[in-house]
């Protein structure tokens, strides 16, 4: 709400580096159990407040959802949500989550955010890099 028009997400929202990728793997628990897969993405919240003037703010929110791995191990494949109170336009599935190269995961997302434009659409790319040396 600058007036300046940019697509790096990093120099428009202050939270943005907040931002964070959870994965846990919890091993089986007896022999006839699976292994259960969890992925949470910790994303700054758009909150818009009207009144004398439009202010917008962001909070730190996230969503668990269970995952499984494709053929390759490369991809993982996100389920939706059990619970139907989730909104999708809040916390949407994404379009892709990719293990890359150099312990990288690449997550695409589609989100409303809030622009001088009104609500609009986007399609964010972010690259997660691992940060701890636990495995």
């Known amino acids: 709400m600058d007036g300046r028009a940019s697509t790096n997400l990093l120099e428009e ?7 964070e990728l959870d994965l846990r793997i919890y091993g089986r628990t007896n022999k006839h159990s699976e292994n259960s897969f969890l992925f949470t993405q910790f994303w700054p919240e758009q909150y818009i407040s009207e009144g004398d003037i439009l202010f917008v703010d962001y909070a730190l929110q996230a969503v668990g959802r269970y995952f499984k791995f494709d053929q390759t191990v490369n991809t993982l ?3 939706p949500n059990e619970d139907t109170t989730v909104s999708l336009d809040r916390f949407p599935l994404p379009q892709a ?11 695409i997302i589609s ?13 964010i790319t972010t690259l997660y890099k691992r940060y701890t040396t636990n495995t």
């Open 97 to 107: 989550v990719t293990i890359e190269d150099n312990d990288q995961i690449e997550v």
């Open 77 to 79: 494949l996100i389920t």
């Open 111 to 123: 989100k409303l955010l809030y622009t001088s434009d009104g609500w609009k659409t986007v399609t």
């Open 13 to 19: 929202i202050e939270e943005l580096p907040n931002a």
